[in-house]
């Protein structure tokens, strides 16, 4: 260990989704890449032209971004009023920030809300890991609470003796997913009162990363609630993962923290455009959601044959399994067995919290997919 690192940072290692590759994308194209919930669509044609065309006329790579992100911000907030059948008026640009990704985001609430010591942070595993992992590399505690293991309700009890009880630093922010992942359930009627009942000193934050799969949102009861902020991204149903682009809507004067914290260019000139060209043409890419959603169907109807795996419902473009209790082994070994038989067979899923997630690719990947699971279910022993 670096003498000058601080010493709290020597147990961590990196975040690594994927094995390395040198062809551009993170993996090797010849791996059904199911692991990482991205869309299996890339941009069509035409838009990556009309892109092509922006960078080689109008953008300028000598000049730094728009730093205010002005533009992209008003599409946005059009968009999320629509998407919500919300007053076209009611969000504004005022509303919203943007990130590189929703990440960084993230990492700018952690910044604004619980670093020095101010407080910590309540999560419900399993869930997404970025807000564990952004809060302990900034030296702020984590406090996990657990799920119900059949419906992955948050331990509302747990949940709320951890506000309670939680001191020095007290809980300053709760994470929630909306549809969770990797469980793929939206927060249900007892979440949401228990949110509702939180103390306006604590800021809840509801990911929904997944909005365009589950059509479900609470973005508007934002307006009454000036301690929640929504989490959205281009990177899963907008097709744009590779070009970071993340979005907030919140209480301006939320807003207005964000807008201190982050970098001053914190996205490429692209990236804007990029998230410009997505906004206009959505009704285009986004037609690609409801393919996401019947091959989804088909696929749990299909895993659902299979007396030895537990299928949760899913609001989302992924899909959760575990194996039933009567298969259940310790340390996992059959589920590791399965996810490193369907990797050496092409698919590359995530295996996490005793179960695998499992992203809806494409028609042609989904029979893979089925194909190759129920192969690796038969050669491994139970
Ligand atoms: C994929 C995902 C995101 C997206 O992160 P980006 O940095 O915008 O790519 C955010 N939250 C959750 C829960 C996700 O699954």
Redesign the pocket.
């Given at each position: 260990m670096l003498p000058f690192i601080r010493s709290d940072l020597a147990q961590f290692t990196a975040y690594k989704p994927h094995p390395s590759s040198d062809t551009g994308g993170s993996v090797p194209a010849q791996f059904d890449r199911l692991d990482?919930?991205e869309s299996p669509y890339d941009l069509p044609a035409e838009l990556k032209e009309k892109l092509a065309w922006t960078y080689q006329q109008v953008i300028e790579t000598n000049r730094y971004p728009d730093g205010g992100h002005e533009t992209l911000k008003d599409a946005i907030a059009e968009y999320v009023n629509e998407s919500a059948n919300l007053s076209p008026s009611l969000f504004t640009a005022g509303n919203i920030s943007v990130?590189?990704?929703?990440?960084?985001l993230?990492r700018s609430l952690l910044i604004a809300t619980c670093l020095g010591g101010e407080g910590s942070i309540l999560i419900a595993n399993p869930?997404?890991s970025?807000y564990g992992i952004l809060a302990q590399t900034l030296g702020i505690p984590v406090v996990a609470v657990a799920r119900n293991e059949t419906n992955f309700e948050i331990d509302l009890k747990a949940a709320q003796s951890a506000i309670e009880q939680t001191q020095n630093p007290s809980i300053r922010v709760v994470f929630v997913?909306h549809p969770?992942?990797p469980t793929a359930n939206p927060l249900t009627a007892a979440e949401l009162v228990w949110l509702r009942s939180l103390p306006e000193e604590i800021l809840v934050v509801i990911?929904e990363?997944?909005f365009e799969f589950s059509q479900t949102t609470v973005v508007g009861e934002l307006a009454q609630r000036p301690n929640w902020l929504i989490?959205r991204?281009?990177?899963?149903a907008f097709r744009l993962?590779a070009l970071?682009?993340?979005y907030c809507v919140a209480h301006p004067e939320a807003i207005a923290i964000l807008e201190k914290v982050r970098l001053p260019y914190n996205l490429p000139s692209f990236s804007i455009t990029a998230g410009l060209v997505a906004l206009q043409y959505r009704t285009l890419l986004l037609k690609s959601v409801a393919q996401t959603l019947s091959e989804r169907a088909k696929l749990i109807e299909a895993f659902s044959q299979d007396p030895r795996l537990q299928i949760a419902e899913s609001a989302a473009n992924f899909i959760y399994l575990r194996l039933k209790p009567n298969y259940f082994h310790p340390q996992d070994s059959v589920l590791k067995s399965l996810h490193q038989e369907l990797r050496n067979s092409g698919t590359l899923v995530r295996q996490i919290s005793g179960g695998l997630r499992i992203t809806v690719g494409t028609t042609q990947e989904n029979i893979r997919t089925l194909n190759r699971l129920q192969a690796a279910l038969a050669n491994v022993e139970f």
């Open positions: 990482t919930n990130g590189n990704g929703s990440d960084e993230i869930t997404f970025m997913v969770n992942s990911d990363a997944y989490l991204t281009f990177s899963k993962a970071r682009v993340g």
